[in-house]
């Protein structure tokens, strides 16, 4: 059974962000998407 899991992260390009991106990386059935507040500007590179 799937679930449906909010997170939020701040400071994306941080430690915490990497950590969390490397994880998510290595999990096929995970989706991430993305939402960024108050005037940032997304750097996906």
């Given at each position: 059974m799937s679930a449906l899991f909010h997170v939020g992260i701040s400071g994306a390009?941080?430690?915490m962000g990497r950590t969390v991106?490397?994880?998510l990386d290595a999990r096929a059935d995970v989706m991430v998407s993305a939402r960024f507040d108050w005037g940032e500007?997304?750097?996906l590179s």
């Open positions: 390009r941080g430690r991106d490397q994880v500007a997304p750097d």
